[in-house]
């Protein structure tokens, strides 16, 4: 039997390493990765059919009572799909060459990556079918960086390239004679150009000065055929030409920057604050382009590193981003299909306490307090963002045993509580995240003088099962609400002849 929600992923990579002299070195790998994944399970309910009320006690039509200890019924629809299986294989292969002279060292980094997906995914009443998903894509970079007394630099250019080609369709059912609902096939090709530097200066014993430019130059063309409803036509791939074809493309320039400093007033003590302009980039959708978004970020913060015994370790950071443009995707009309639209401004602040303490010799205990983030977007009436968490706790110890010449073995727990939030940025009721907790239990052993380790993880959402999606999917005239769970536990185990934490 296979779980919603399961995951498999494998893979291997095999590197050749060369060190030369006069500082040259040569690093290549080649890798193949094969992930097996299955989407959780939809429960899904329409709003505008007669007839589909969950009834008084939430009995009828699919219904189920969600809490039947509680006074009010809490109807929500039982799930509908059965798991169905996502594949993706990927192809990579990645070279670096370095050379580390007298006070600069000069890097040379390339990669190559081909992936290929195939995926059926059963909605509430429709299934979703890729036909054709691959992506190439190919990055180079070329920089140099060295330390000069008190100056610390890096500069660079970079280029990267991606080609995407994808034929997918909406079918109501797998059958013989099967209607397409609709059937799109995008053909994209996105270029980047970049160059960058960054630098850091010593002013004093206590001060660091920070900056960093980047010049920024996009691409991107494609085209997006729409081949409509197709009657009848059997769940195969169409083989005639799309009607309509829409060509599309958009350029984009950037000069994102920072500047930040280190303030050092002890040895155990830092305060540091930066300043930066970040952005997303724009491209195209189905039927239209949309521009980036960019976003000015605010941040400061202390940290106390004293590290006697008994006395605590405390971290404090307080930011605040400014998002203009912000994107938003949204699937209005099934006809066309999902669109990206610059919906409107936000605003991101938070503060975030951080507290260690050494209760017992080797055992650290971790408390945390994240009250992230307070949103404000006006022009959706003030709604706060998908997935905006406004509180987090977290708690935690990591105990280590030392076991002589044979090793240490250090287990772990920490437990995380998430206040409520909402899983679509329409802030529907039907929508809303309730808080959750979340319980990690952990085992790993190192050998002594030796750099490999086994690591043993396991992770439950305590009693809750909370929602990875929930939101409205027009996908015909009915108003249909569709829900899917998270996994409510995962199991990870880890040999490695380095470093399961790498």
């Known amino acids: 039997m296979v779980h919603s929600g399961t995951v498999d992923n494998r893979g291997v990579r095999a590197t050749i390493a060369l060190l030369l002299p006069d500082g040259l070195s040569f690093d290549l790998s080649r890798e193949y990765g094969h992930d097996e994944s299955y989407v959780p399970a939809f429960a899904s309910h329409s709003f505008n059919v007669a007839g589909r009320e ?181 769940p195969v791939a169409p083989t005639t030409s799309p009607s309509p074809i829409v060509n599309l493309e958009h350029d984009n320039e950037q000069l994102p920057w920072l500047a930040g400093m280190n303030y050092t007033p002890n040895a155990d003590a830092l305060v540091s604050g930066k300043v930066s302009i970040g952005y997303k980039s724009g491209g195209f959708g189905s039927v239209g382009p949309y521009e980036p978004a960019t976003k000015p970020a605010y941040e400061a913060g202390a940290k106390s590193t004293v590290v006697d015994r008994g006395q605590p370790i405390g971290n404090f950071r307080w930011f605040h981003h400014d998002y203009t443009d912000l994107q938003a995707a949204l699937l209005p009309n099934p006809a066309i299909g999902q669109q990206i639209f610059n919906a409107g401004d936000a605003t991101i602040y938070g503060l975030e306490v951080e507290g260690t303490f050494e209760v017992t010799p080797g055992d650290n205990g971790l408390a945390d307090r994240d009250p992230v983030p307070a949103v404000v977007q006006p022009d959706l009436s003030r709604n706060t963002l998908p997935r905006s968490v406004r509180l987090t706790i977290a708690a935690g110890s990591d105990p280590k045993s030392d076991i002589g010449n044979s090793g240490v073995i250090s287990a772990g727990i920490r437990s995380r509580i998430k206040s409520s939030y909402f899983l679509d940025i329409f802030n529907q009721q039907s929508s809303s995240q309730g808080s959750f907790s979340r319980t990690e239990l952990g085992l790993k052993y190192e050998p002594a003088f030796e750099n490999r380790s086994m690591r043993g993880l396991a992770r439950n959402r305590g009693a809750s099962q909370p929602s990875a999606y929930a939101s409205f999917v027009a996908a015909r005239p009915d108003g249909r609400f569709n829900f899917a769970p998270r996994r409510p536990r995962a199991l990870m185990a880890c040999a490695s002849a380095t470093n399961c934490d790498a």
């Open 54 to 234: 969950p009834g008084p006690d939430c009995t009828k039509n699919g219904f189920v009572d969600a809490a039947p200890l509680i006074p009010d019924c809490q109807c929500i629809p039982l799930p509908q799909t059965p798991p169905t299986p996502k594949l993706r294989d990927s192809y990579a292969v990645r070279g670096e060459i370095e050379c580390d002279g007298s006070g600069a060292t000069v890097t040379d980094l390339g990669g190559y990556r081909f992936t290929d997906q195939d995926t059926d995914l059963a909605l509430s009443d429709d299934a979703s079918r890729e036909f054709d998903n691959t992506v190439d894509t190919m990055g180079h970079e070329l920089r140099i960086g060295g330390v000069n007394s008190a100056f610390t630099y890096q500069a660079g250019v970079f280029f990267y390239q991606e080609k995407g080609d994808n034929l997918r369709s909406l079918i109501p059912f797998i059958a013989p004679n099967a209607s397409l609902i609709n059937a799109f096939a995008p053909a994209t090709k996105s270029l980047s150009f970049a160059g960058f530097r960054r630098a850091e200066c010593i002013q004093s014993d206590q001060l660091t000065l920070m900056g960093g430019l980047r010049s920024a130059i996009e691409r991107r063309e494609g085209i997006f055929g729409n081949y409509g409803l197709r009657f009848i036509a059997g």
